[in-house]
């Protein structure tokens, strides 16, 4: 007797033809990337891809989002999603598809854009998935919501969706899915029940003082010392106010001030970024941040308090846990079990967590891995994981294969362990 088809086999027959339009796809988003909240052209192209596919399609959601719902009779909602932008980051990849694209940000300067956290790859995969799911609906009942969100590196695409009614204007899903490229094997998946990202939280300190002439500094009150001295002071934070047993990350990216160097300033800006897995960690670290800045304006003798504005917050992602498991169990039926990993959360935040929390539903995200298997194996075995490029980095580029493929799969096997399968 012949092994029965299963619904995942059945969606996926025609992967293979597709890959090579969803590599010329996926050069074409890397090497012409866009900002955040600025994703038109990619939209306008996920948009087409959709509606040649015979889906729904809404655009515009959250400025520059896209809905697509392809409905294939009676069953559940499942909700995928992939984001759309890129980082303002000059790409060093030295690819021959290479991103050479500038632009004008939200401040009016131009700077350089790049896919440098694997959003075009993303894009692909939820392009390749949505194709395959319209090419085989005689395996499956029920309704595809496909999510192609803008401005996740900002933390505004997903409320901007939310805040367009997306969850008045479409049908509610049982559970939200999504997937991100990582630094890991290629062809490898990775995922937990728990905290998966981290919650994050940024922020620009202004701190004041006097200025005057750089010989003269018994005149004024340096901006640029007690910047310096905050700095420091804020590496105790993580270092002797936080449990070992505890996780949280406190990051100055920004230090700014002056302008010439016989000049004291008036002021200097801190940007911070700080990353905490535990809503009781991440208080009592704002705290301390607030205080040190405080104290420290104080012990220089400042004029005036430091102004601290807020710039962006992530949520920590939370894995449903019996959705999790729903899903592992069908990537090692699917995949080889060698090929599915457990990982602990990661440091990196993610705005996708506030699709189900305004459902009310059940979400669940996990990795694929992107670095060439030889690579990284090499790199693991002499101890330079450190070395690999990771997102965010000028020099990050998942290789095509098989990643491209892999990234595709698991978004069909997910889906299809809560869509109807076909009758018998």
Known sequence: MNKPVS????????????????????????????LSMQETRTAGLAAERLRKAGYEVTTGVGKTGVVGLLRNGEGPTVMLRADMDALPIQEATGLPYASKVTTTDAEGKTVPVGHMCGHDMHVAWLAGAAALFAQARDAWHG?????????????????????????????Q????????????PAGEIAGSAGPITSAADSFQIRLFGRG???SMPQAAV????????TVLRLQTVVSREVAATEAAVVTVGVLQAGTKENVIPDDAIIKLNVRTFDAGVRKRVLAAIERIVNAEAEASGAPRKPEITPLDRYPLNLNDEAASNRIAQAFRA???????????PAPASED???????WQVPSVFWFVGGTDPETYAKAKAGGMLNKLPVNH?????PVIHPTLKTGVETLVVAALAWLSPAKA
Request: include cysteine.
């Open 7 to 34: 619904s995942s086999e059945s969606v996926l027959k025609n992967i293979d033809r597709l890959i090579p339009d969803l590599e010329t796809f996926y050069k074409d988003l890397h090497a012409n990337p866009e």
């Open 143 to 171: 309704t595809l919501m496909v999510v192609f969100q803008p401005g996740e590196e900002t933390a505004q695409g997903a409320q901007a969706m939310i805040d367009d009614k997306l969850t008045e204007r479409f049908p």
């Open 173 to 184: 899903p049982v559970v939200v899915l999504g997937q991100h490229v990582m630094l890991g």
């Open 212 to 214: 005057a002439h750089g």
């Open 222 to 229: 340096d901006p640029v010392v007690m910047a310096a001295a």
């Open 334 to 344: 699917h995949f080889s079990p060698a090929r599915v990993h457990h990982t602990g």
């Open 352 to 358: 996708f967590g506030c699709f189900g929390t305004a």
């Open 393 to 397: 980095s000028p020099q990050f580029a």
